[in-house]
């Protein structure tokens, strides 16, 4: 072992920096200049403007309870009945009270229908509805919102909580801009401390999801509304037609209200707690879903972005092109990284893998350090993390990289999502005729 530090330091030390830059040019040009220095240069333009932001978001809190609108809050799902008493009583508790609550079973085998006829009885829920035979989500949030009396939609799962503030922190940035269409909740691990994939997970959120969309919400470019927790003017849902069939709808759904014209924002204060897979298998599974829908809504049904047309925008045109890049071209870039290493440094394999792992490593001590300077809401001390770090090389390095090809070769060659059990097959195959 002693040996082998020595050797790796010499090997180090021995290389120099414009040999170093060769070597890990991969970690230098996209992994630091973009996800850390970038992100970081935009969160602190995005602090100096708190004050100004703080301003506008009081005014816009003030005609929110001026006008006092209906909101209506939808809740698809199937088997959720397990789940519903802890989310009535998260909004039995929130701080804005003008909402009618919607509950969508849709061809559930459990009790889900007895727990929310109950409830509907006892005054909790306000109207529930049920598809006999499943639809997939996406059928089931159209019923809800066919039925929705409110001036905005809020989707929640129903297995998540939330925030007693969460409801009107969501809906307030529709009084700070008219232009504003819909508006992404801040979602949070609330089992983090169920299993290392738990763990890992919550890191991966806060580093990455939580604030890599603050920054594109305040470059214009935020792309994806969560399911979990996303706020929409009916109005605008109402141009769109609602929601379409398919993993990735949220996604979708937001895409398609950006290309009418409206503004998507992301809230960090608008907290939702949602349990995450506890296994590495179940993960697979939820990411290679998710991944899918890169190809087949990114680069199939909204590749229109990218044409210079009467309804083209530079915002939309980003927004693609960064979540195209940044995922599924640096993760082709990085299997090339991975060709180049091996066939041009295979003698030093051992030594550039060690140093690659310090790399990430100390980078993710920083990044995580220095980014919980930015969040407001924590739910445990950065400390308790820390200690996970060293696994995130293996974990978002390794790991997520592999189930993305996986993913993106499953669906650009196969297009494997119309086949994803996760939306009933009869739904999948009409969409599938349709193009959706």
Avoid at 398 to 413: P, S
């Amino acid at each position: 072992m002693t040996e082998f530090v020595d050797n790796f330091f010499n090997y180090i030390a021995s290389v120099g920096l414009s040999k170093l830059v060769r070597v890990f040019w991969f970690f230098v040009f996209f992994e630091f200049i973009r996800f850390f220095l970038f992100e970081l240069i935009v969160l602190v333009i995005w602090k100096l403007g708190e004050k100004k932001r703080k301003l506008k978001y009081n005014k816009g809190r003030e005609r929110l309870f001026i006008e006092r609108p209906l909101i209506s809050v939808i809740v698809p799902g199937k088997n959720e009945g397990k789940h519903i008493y802890k989310l009535t009583k998260s909004l039995k508790e929130q701080t804005y009270k003008h909402f009618e609550l919607i509950v969508i079973d849709d061809g559930s085998d459990d009790d889900t229908e007895t727990i929310c006829k109950g409830l509907k009885k006892a005054g909790v829920i306000d109207l529930f509805l049920r598809n006999d035979v499943r639809g997939g989500k996406a059928s089931a949030a159209n019923l809800g919102y066919r039925f929705a009396k409110g001036k905005i939609i809020v989707h929640l799962d129903a297995d998540c909580s939330y925030d007693s503030d969460a409801i009107e922190k969501i809906i307030i940035p529709f009084y700070t801009d008219r232009k504003i269409g819909a508006v992404g909740g801040n979602v949070m691990v609330r089992n983090y401390k169920a299993s290392l994939c738990t763990t890992l997970q919550a890191i991966e959120y806060a580093n990455s999801i939580s604030i890599g969309r603050v920054t594109s919400s305040s470059l214009g470019i935020y792309r994806v509304v969560s399911g979990a927790f996303g706020a929409f003017r009916k109005d605008a849902i109402d141009r769109i037609g609602g929601w379409d069939i398919g993993p990735g709808l949220d996604g979708d759904i937001t895409v398609k209200l950006r290309k009418i014209g409206y503004k998507i924002v992301f809230e960090p204060d608008a907290v939702c707690q949602t349990s995450t897979p506890d296994t590495f298998k179940k993960l697979v599974k939820q990411r290679l879903r998710w991944d899918k829908s890169i190809i087949r809504f990114r680069l199939r049904k909204h590749r229109d972005v990218f044409y210079p047309n009467a309804q083209f925008t530079f915002s939309n045109f980003f927004a693609s092109l960064e979540n195209i890049t940044y995922n599924l071209v640096l993760n082709l870039k990085w299997w090339v990284y991975i060709a180049d290493i091996f066939f041009n440094f295979f003698n030093q394999l051992k030594f550039i893998f060690s140093f690659n792992f310090m790399l990430y490593t100390f980078t993710s001590f920083i990044k995580f350090t220095i980014f919980s300077l930015f969040r407001n809401r924590k739910n445990e001390s950065v400390t308790y993390f820390l200690l996970y770090i060293p696994c995130m090389f293996l974990y978002f390095g390794l790991f997520l990289r592999i189930v993305r090809t996986i993913a993106y070769t499953q669906e650009f060659f196969f297009k494997k999502s119309y086949e994803d059990p996760w939306n009933p097959q009869k739904s999948s195959q009409h969409a599938k005729e349709l193009g959706l």
